[in-house]
């Protein structure tokens, strides 16, 4: 293992000295995208984490003839404005595929709070849709109610206008002092910006980020909410089954998201 050299991290205040350290270590997050040839989709989906990305790989179209792969285009972000925050540089990978008039972006890898906007930015700028989509997923613990909610999973969404929230029919909004982060709080606030309508679901499930007897339930809860509004993408039951047993006869150390 190389020798780490200690080192005083740089302040806030960044001066040339601490701008040409920066400039040596700065991370970058590669994305790896189909060419899509100026073509107009009627939604993007952004699966952030395993589950989230489990149930858009049981996503089906229902045009099939209209999902033949297309070339590979390799493109880089550099990431800039703060230090790493690990000595090893941070990876974040989005891929893209077309599901008939859907484009299907899946995220791997951590992503830090800073780079979220430019990251939805080249999303938007690559992937030309009617409609923005986000599913991530968090720690039951980590929701903030005066009630604690009594079930798992449990969906929450936010949407950019009043009639995008009218369309969900199947979750609740996600209320204060609870908020999006990361990803799905750049992309609702880049597109209401926009005027471009878009939505965020958020499962809540208790042992989120650790492998536990995972059910077809954690997994499929995003699909009442897709089906309220009216996506064209079927969920393949048998898909979301084997997902979940393979992930069952996991360690229980094993970790599940980034």
């Not at 995008?164 to 029919?169: D, F, G, N, T």
Request: charged letters at 20%.
């Amino acid at each position: 293992m190389a020798d780490v050299e200690e080192t005083q991290p740089p302040s806030l205040d960044y001066g040339e000295d601490d701008l040409a350290a920066l400039d040596k270590k700065e991370s970058t997050f590669s994305l790896r995208m189909q060419t899509l040839m100026g073509k107009k989709f009627e939604d993007a989906i952004i699966a952030i984490g395993e589950v989230p990305t489990a149930f858009v790989d049981a996503l089906t179209a229902s045009d099939a003839a209209d999902t033949a792969p297309a070339q590979q285009d390799p493109s880089h972000i550099k990431i800039t404005g703060h230090p790493p925050l690990r000595v090893e540089p941070i990876h974040f990978t989005a891929t893209f595929e077309i599901r008939g008039s859907v484009a299907v972006c899946k995220c791997e890898g951590m992503l830090r709070s800073d780079d979220a906007a430019s990251f939805t930015q080249l999303v938007r700028s690559h992937v030309s849709a009617k409609r923005y989509i986000c599913l991530g997923e968090a720690a039951l613990a980590s929701y903030q109610a005066t009630d604690p909610p009594q079930h798992t999973p449990m969906l929450r969404y936010l949407a950019t206008s009043s009639e995008a929230s009218r369309a969900v029919a199947s979750a609740q909004r996600l209320e204060p002092p609870n908020a999006l982060t990361s990803i799905a709080a750049a992309m609702i606030s880049g597109c209401e910006w926009d005027g471009v309508e878009a939505y965020a679901f958020v499962s809540y499930r208790e042992g989120a980020g650790v492998a536990s007897q995972l059910h077809v339930d954690d997994v499929s809860v995003f699909q009442p909410a897709l089906s309220s509004i009216g996506t064209s993408l079927t969920l393949d039951d048998e898909r979301v089954r084997a997902f979940c047993k393979k992930v069952n006869r996991r360690p229980v150390d094993t970790l599940l998201y980034t």
